[in-house]
C-alpha cells in the first residue's frame, strides 16, 4: 500500500517522488483508462517530499534548575558564542 509513512520510509532511503512516480506509471494496472496513476498522488507524493526536505532535526539538551543567575548567564553566553543556544 501506498501511504504517507511508506513513501517517506522509501524517501529517507534515497528514493525520490519522481522516482516513485514513474515506477507506480511503469506498473500501472492494464485496467486503469488513462494508463497512468491520478495526478492527485503525484501531487501528494512531491509535497511529502517537499516536507520532509523541510523538516530538519538537530540534537539537543534542556537544561533546567540551574542553580543561580550567574551560572544561568554564563551557560547562555557560552551557548550563544557557540551557536548552540535554540
Not at 32 to 56: F, H, K, N, T, Y
Not at 72 to 79: L, P
Amino acid at each position: 500500500h501506498l501511504t504517507k509513512s511508506s513513501a517517506r520510509a522509501a524517501m529517507a532511503n534515497g528514493i525520490t517522488a519522481r522516482q516513485i512516480t514513474h515506477f507506480l506509471n511503469t506498473h500501472v494496472h492494464p485496467m486503469v483508462v488513462s494508463g497512468a496513476i491520478p495526478s492527485c498522488v503525484s501531487d501528494e507524493l512531491r509535497l511529502w517530499e517537499a516536507e520532509q526536505d523541510r523538516v530538519q532535526f538537530n540534537p539537543a539538551a534542556m537544561i533546567d534548575e540551574i542553580a543561580s543567575d550567574s551560572t544561568f548567564a554564563r551557560v547562555r553566553r557560552h551557548a550563544l558564542e557557540t551557536g548552540a543556544l535554540l
